[in-house]
């Protein structure tokens, strides 16, 4: 059993950066690929970026990249997603989400992750 919980949302202009953070309970942490997905009121929820168990391969829509990093500190068991030139488009809960399985051609999907954090709400102001 994994336990997530995002922190670092809040209300920023557009232009403007944000960290979000994603702190993991449990000691197989490192053994889970993570992922960021996002959704805004009446969409469905949609990818943002995946990194594997290591830190070696990550993934992104492409709509972020260039502006959004995704990292992991296994040592503190922790995810982060760095945002920068954000968008008001991009005003959405975001959510972090955990999987044993390695991060294949399906990482994009939501249902092929197992758990889930409660979300943070990011706003971007324009």
């Known amino acids: 059993q994994v336990q997530l919980v995002e922190s670092g949302g809040g209300l920023v202009q557009a232009g403007g950066s944000l960290r979000l953070s994603c702190a993991a309970s449990?000691?197989?942490?490192?053994?889970?690929?993570m992922g960021w997905f996002r959704q805004a009121p009446g969409k469905e929820r949609e990818f943002v970026a995946a990194?594997?168990?290591?830190?070696?391969?990550?993934y992104y829509t492409d709509s972020v990249k260039g502006r959004f990093t995704i990292s992991r500190d296994n040592d503190k068991n922790t995810v982060y997603l760095q945002m920068n030139s954000l968008k008001p488009e991009e005003t959405a809960v975001y959510y972090c989400?955990?999987?044993?399985?390695?991060?294949?051609?399906?990482?994009?999907?939501?249902?092929?992750?197992?758990?889930w954090g409660q979300g943070t709400q990011v706003t971007v102001s324009s």
């Open positions: 989400a955990a999987r044993r399985a390695a991060l294949v051609s399906d990482y994009r999907i939501p249902s092929k992750y197992d758990y």
């Open positions: 449990g000691r197989t942490f490192s053994t889970y690929a």
């Open positions: 990194i594997s168990w290591s830190g070696s391969m990550t």
